[in-house]
């Protein structure tokens, strides 16, 4: 199994409001707190890689106080110079957001050249409530979403100039400077919440679908979905087109690393995701059928999510290191996910350091048996 | 009771509402207006032939794939009066259905024996923003929408059911696919008011906090060549639901004076 490094860059606080995304009102901020906490995170990003971790994982999310990269790809180009090894995945960029997806294309093969080739490229639509923070029509979110990954995906591979000539983007001439390094292009992965649609789509592509913050049931009925779906088009996945992306908090002892989840694991869910109602469903942008699907059976809100629900159903890891490591083979032998994601917290930086140290040591060695494989060769393009 | 027509508009379904004899009528419903035969209707109606659609992805009518802008909307009501073979009608719409009347006498003012307008949205209005709905929850849209709360309650959904629930998300997604962003205006509208030759009434609740009588009314009345404006002072955004009785009156004096549809 690989190992990546996650993080939200949190800006961890307390507050009352109905909402901490989109009116959380960023007088909450203090950026001196900000510099000293961005700082932190970027270190143990290098410390992951330094530990033995395969790859470090950022991502995009606006106006809110769960995870302060509105820009991701700025954050991996503050990666990409100081680290050598790991893969850096983006996860990802919410396509439907820009404006100008050529943009995307342009900054990930920057990222590309410099890494040498390190670089995962993450296609997202964005979550919610990033509808509502960009004032991009959710109605038209998956329409492009196609149009500005197809749009992507031909800049890196097609020599240019060409012309293109969407619904949502339209460029006389598309010719970015400079290609991506890796052939044909970087792999894409999609981070997704198991909309068919999605499953779809990314099982032709042999895009590695990503399930976030997702209960263990629904994991392996997704992968499942997937794997059906990349049967009908003609191949078997590879494991590393599973991935999964659970926060991991392993401590000295059972009781310890529970205290610990229950601290610091509890706030990304309970506040971190606490959202005003409408900003969970802006209109149009899931398809009816997917809306039907989660009213039948409707998932609980993270914000009431409770310690023993988000225990029993998987949604989090803790325990000793043994203990985190017989929790894990449910994903590495049952669901048979080839690359796990995990955010680490343990409420300070230096705690945070040792729990990273104590998993990288006591953890990871017992599941690398494939620590000869590359796993992005052959998927994500 | 109306009649429930279901029919076929350049193969749009739609369907609507009609009763009454008389001059032909056509309303224009708000957001989560379709379908909804109230006093106000039932009040118009003795006077006029009252056609009621719902607007596609609204009520009974399926969502249309095709309508990606306000104008899509105003050319599909050209088309109804086409097919329902009516030459002029009164057009009343209110809201948002105010906003797509509007766009239609910018367009052929010449089918519009008169032009009512209540509580409209659609244009862009210097020192105003509109709240914005989409972000609202359902008590936060009634205290927006409604100055008298109870009135609301005609508008209140039958249950929680997941064909209930689909149906709002729908009707959500079809007002969300052309009044997103820019939110409820379309940014050309404003300057094409003054080619409006239809007689035009304005009514306007005098505590909407949607679209305020000033400067939101009063800008219309501006910009609508001899439009009359007349205030509800017990109303808010939405007049025909909180005075049914003095809004439908209001109504059907001025169009009973301004002859000629059918």
């Known amino acids: ?381 | 009771m109306p009649a429930a027509r279901e029919l076929s508009i350049r193969g749009t379904p739609i369907h609507m509402l009609q009763e009454g004899r008389g001059p032909a009528l056509l309303f224009l419903h708000g957001a989560g207006g379709a379908g909804r035969w109230l006093p106000f209707q039932e009040r118009l109606a003795k006077t006029f032939s009252v056609y009621f659609p719902s607007h596609p992805g609204h009520g009974g009518s399926p969502a249309a794939e095709w309508i990606e802008h306000i104008s899509d909307l105003a050319f599909h009501y050209l088309d109804v009066l086409d097919a329902l073979g009516v030459e002029r009608a009164h057009l009343v719409g209110a809201s948002f259905g105010g906003w797509i009347a509007a766009e239609v006498a910018t367009m052929a003012s010449h089918r519009l024996a008169s032009l009512v307008l209540i509580d409209p949205v659609g244009i862009r209005v210097d020192g105003w923003i509109y709240p914005f709905l989409f972000g609202m929850d359902i008590p936060e849209i009634v205290t927006t929408v409604f100055h008298n709360p109870m009135a609301a309650l005609a508008l209140a959904p039958p249950d929680q059911s997941i064909e209930t629930l689909a149906l709002q998300y729908r009707q959500g997604a079809a007002l969300a696919r052309v009044a997103w962003n820019p939110h409820l205006y379309d940014p050309l509208l404003r300057r094409r008011l003054g080619r409006i030759a239809a007689p035009t009434l304005l009514c306007w609740g005098a505590h909407d906090k949607v679209a305020p009588l000033a400067p939101c009314g009063e800008t219309w009345a501006r910009e609508i060549p001899g439009a009359r404006l007349r205030v509800f002072a017990d109303s808010g955004h939405v007049p025909h639901l909180e005075e049914p009785d003095a809004a439908a009156d209001a109504v059907s004096e001025f169009c009973r004076l301004r002859g000629g549809a059918g």
């Open chain 1, 1 to 381: 199994m690989k190992f990546y490094y996650f993080h939200l860059m949190p800006y961890i606080m307390d507050h009352d409001a109905p909402s901490s995304w989109v009116t959380l009102s960023n007088r909450h901020y203090d950026p001196g707190l900000g510099h000293t906490l961005y700082n932190q995170y970027l270190d143990q990003f290098e410390h992951a890689e330094r530990l033995g971790w395969d790859g470090l994982c950022v991502n995009e999310h606006h106006q809110n106080c769960y995870g302060t990269m509105p820009s991701p790809n700025v954050m991996a180009a503050m990666l990409v110079r100081r680290t050598t090894r790991a893969k850096i995945a983006i996860l990802g960029n919410g396509l439907p957001l820009r404006d100008n997806p050529l943009r995307v294309a342009e900054e990930i093969a920057m990222l590309d050249v410099v890494s040498g080739g390190r670089v995962i490229s993450g296609f997202v639509r964005g979550i919610s409530a990033e509808y509502f923070s960009t004032a991009i029509n959710p109605t038209h979110s998956r329409a492009r979403f196609y149009e500005a990954a197809e749009l992507i995906l031909r800049a890196w591979t097609e020599e240019g100039p060409f012309p293109f000539d969407g619904r949502f983007y339209r460029y006389p001439y598309v010719n970015p400077w400079p290609r991506p390094l890796q052939k044909p292009h970087p792999p894409v992965w999609c981070p997704s919440q198991g909309s068919t649609e999605t499953v779809e789509w990314a099982a032709k592509r042999r895009f590695p679908y990503l399930m976030v913050f997702t209960p263990i049931k629904r994991i392996a009925q997704i992968y499942g979905e997937y794997r059906e779906a990349c049967e009908r088009y003609g191949y078997q996945a590879s494991r590393y087109q599973l991935t999964v992306n659970v926060p991991v908090v392993v401590a000295e002892s059972d009781a310890k690393a529970r205290e610990l989840a229950q601290k610091h694991v509890m706030w990304v869910f309970n506040v971190g995701l606490r959202m005003h109602p409408p900003f969970w469903r802006p209109p149009g942008y899931m398809t009816e059928a997917s809306l039907r699907r989660l009213l039948a059976n409707p998932p609980t809100l993270p914000s009431e999510l409770t310690f023993e629900e988000a225990e029993r159903d998987g949604y989090l890891i803790y325990g000793s290191p043994a203990t985190v490591r017989d929790k894990l083979r449910i994903f590495a032998d049952e669901l048979q996910a080839g690359i796990l994601c995990t955010a680490m917290n343990g409420g300070s930086h230096e705690r945070t350091l040792e729990l990273m140290q104590l998993f990288a040591e006591e953890v990871m060695p017992h599941f690398r048996e494939d620590a000869h494989v590359d796993e992005t060769a052959g998927v994500g393009r």
